[in-house]
């Protein structure tokens, strides 16, 4: 019996992972195939928490609220505020009402903004090109940390549709900022869903002669959805910036809950 049980449990321990597909063949199979899009209308129902803090000098201010958006309405209409901590909004609330709100921003828009996999697909070029350009940091059977380099970091940043309306001043420093980018993506196993991302500034970047980013950290993290895609469930940001001798702080974390089917 003692030369038994090594003998029936030995392989149940090494097997799994002598017969595991590493990421990089997984990646190099799945651009071979076309992937399931999902809608291109969300068809769901969606409440959102907003944290917003701010510190400029010895000032801190802290903002939260709680929407309920539904992308089918008219745009006007979408963004239900169901709590607020003030009836003073912050700048960046603003911002995000009026994009949500705005005429021009269509349903699909919203829909491409909600699904984490309308835009992964950078990481799925079809002439392999992209595969050269990662780097696995860590690897299981369940998921893989990887890591772009700078040029497809760059790619994956800017070829959105926002990069269109950039002036070519604003492109420059968006360049200069990717110089100074590192990032890692998680990704699922077998299926290679994106499971969050990690972008962060490596060091400080001279805006203009009077202002200075000194710290800058974006994380998205991915939820799956009812209907089997993954969607944004939670995004966080953090900016540390020094402008006319003065220190500034934001602080962002939005998270997105209770999906109904509409």
Known sequence: MKKLLPALILPLLFAPFAQAEDILSILERQAKIERAA????????????????GKEGDDDEVFTAKLFIDPSLTPENRVTILSASSDDYPDEFEEFLKETRN????????????????????LFDDD????????VISETQSEAVIKPDLALMAKIMMDGDGDEDMSKSERKMM??????????FVLSKPDARLKSFNIWLTRPLTMAIVAKIKEMDVTQSCALAPNGFTYTDRITMHVK????????????????????LR
Do not use: H
Request: aromatic fraction near 6%.
């Open 241 to 260: 910036v020094k402008a006319l001798g003065v220190g500034m702080e934001q602080n962002m974390d939005i998270q997105i809950s209770d999906l109904t």
């Open 38 to 53: 999902p809608p291109a209308v969300n068809p769901y129902n969606y409440t959102v928490d907003v944290q917003m803090s």
């Open 175 to 184: 360049k200069k900022m990717m110089e100074r980018m590192d990032g890692e």
């Open 128 to 135: 392999g090109a992209a595969l050269e350009s990662l780097t």
């Open 103 to 122: 005429a021009e921003t269509s349903a699909e828009d919203l829909a491409e903004e909600f699904w984490c996999e309308s835009g992964d697909n950078d």
